[in-house]
């Protein structure tokens, strides 16, 4: 189990123990080409990833730069990787707001032009929607805090969400749960 090697067959044994390599030969260029592009469907199999997250992975297997970007180009032109797809994802991901929309596509290193067009095809409806529903799910837990305003406040905020539609949202969940006055709006005061 532990500790154990593979056996050799006796007489493979080269000096001090080790077996013998042959020497390797220098890949060619199309050899490379195809190792590295079955490695970008391979890393894009996993998950949608963006341009800058693939050129990335690309090359840190790779120190041609031309070949980088002729598998990049090849991969968007079979319709593999795509940005716009990318963010409409994050996007679509449930219990986050705006904020952490925008900051995760940065971090993805997105075009700031295709982050703003995600940013302004979200509901605002839906967003309010979603933080009552957050809400909804844990405000027994809120209500076990010693300030459940500031609390439920903190939790959507690191979601993403703005002050703008988290407050109204606490407010209703204050007011079906019998606990008016507590927790204000500190803009209001």
């Known amino acids: 189990m532990y500790g154990h090697r593979k056996r050799r067959p006796p007489g493979v044994e080269g000096e001090g123990g080790e077996t013998p390599t042959a020497p390797r030969r220098e890949k060619t260029p199309e050899e490379r080409r195809e190792d590295l592009i079955a490695y970008a ?3 894009l199999a996993g998950r949608a990833l963006s341009e800058a997250e693939l ?3 690309l090359q840190r297997r790779s120190d041609d730069e031309a070949l980088v970007e002729d598998i990049l180009a090849r991969v968007r032109d079979l319709g593999y990787q795509d940005d716009t797809q990318v963010a409409r994802a994050e996007n679509a991901r449930r219990g986050v707001g705006a904020f952490r929309v925008r900051q995760t596509l940065k971090r993805r290193g997105l075009d700031e032009a295709v982050i703003q067009e995600t ?3 979200r509901d605002p409806d839906q967003e309010q929607e979603a933080v009552l529903e957050l809400l909804e799910r844990r ?3 809120f209500m076990r805090k010693k300030d459940p305003a500031a609390s439920a406040y903190a939790f959507l905020a690191r979601r993403g969400f703005s002050g703008g539609l988290i407050w109204p949202a606490i407010r209703e969940m204050q007011e079906r749960a019998g606990l008016e006055g507590a927790g204000e709006d500190p803009d209001e005061s």
Do not use: G
Request: proline fraction near 8%; avoid cysteine; glycine fraction near 0%.
């Open 41 to 43: 469907f391979r890393a």
């Open 55 to 57: 050129r990335a992975k």
């Open 119 to 121: 940013l302004e095809s």
């Open 139 to 141: 405000w027994p837990t």
